[in-house]
């Protein structure tokens, strides 16, 4: 049995693009092991507080995030 954990930013995903997060994952293991062991594959979101992450030697908070996400919406 599969355990997928997705680390994110906490408050950059609302709960129905977690939920999407979850769907889209687990049909990506059962793609690749079978769709007898969609029932046994675990996907998990672990939430970062913000300020606990960091890119670049810079501290990430979920505004960062939301911006990055629409400056590449507007590229």
């Not at 049995?1 to 049909?27: C, H, N």
Request: avoid cysteine.
């Amino acid at each position: 049995m599969p355990l997928v954990t997705v680390d994110v930013i906490k408050d950059v995903f609302s709960p129905a693009q977690k939920e999407e997060i979850i769907r889209k994952v687990t049909d990506a293991m059962v793609s690749v092991e079978g769709e007898a062991l969609r029932g046994v594959t675990w996907v998990r979101i672990m939430e970062v507080e913000q300020g606990d992450w960091g890119i670049g030697g810079q501290l990430l908070k979920a505004r960062d995030v939301h911006q990055m996400q629409g400056a590449t919406e507007n590229a």
